[in-house]
């Protein structure tokens, strides 16, 4: 029967693949350990003031990051629009 080669070639190809897998997940880096080490962070002590006065600088930036986006897709959009109108 024909085949029998081929299929052998997968198989060998599948076997070292996944040889080659369980030395991937042996060296792989993590940063997540099985220590039991408490890690200390040194955080800066904060008001609720500054948190909220933080939150509206964020949303205000997302609001202005939001409306460019809109604007140059509008843009994009209206060439594209006039480019396929032109040519037809």
Do not use: C, D, H, W
Not at 2 to 19: D, P
Not at 59 to 81: C, Y
């Amino acid at each position: 029967m024909g085949g029998e080669g081929a299929m052998m070639a997968a198989n060998q190809s599948l076997k070292s693949n996944r040889s080659m897998m369980a030395k991937r997940k042996e060296k792989s880096f993590s940063f997540v350990t099985n220590s039991t080490e408490k890690t200390e962070y040194n955080l800066p002590k904060i008001t609720e003031q500054k948190i909220l006065m933080l939150r509206k600088k964020l949303q205000q930036e997302q609001k202005l990051r939001r409306t460019k986006q809109v604007v140059v897709l509008s843009v994009v959009m209206l060439i594209l629009i006039g480019t396929l109108i032109y040519y037809m």
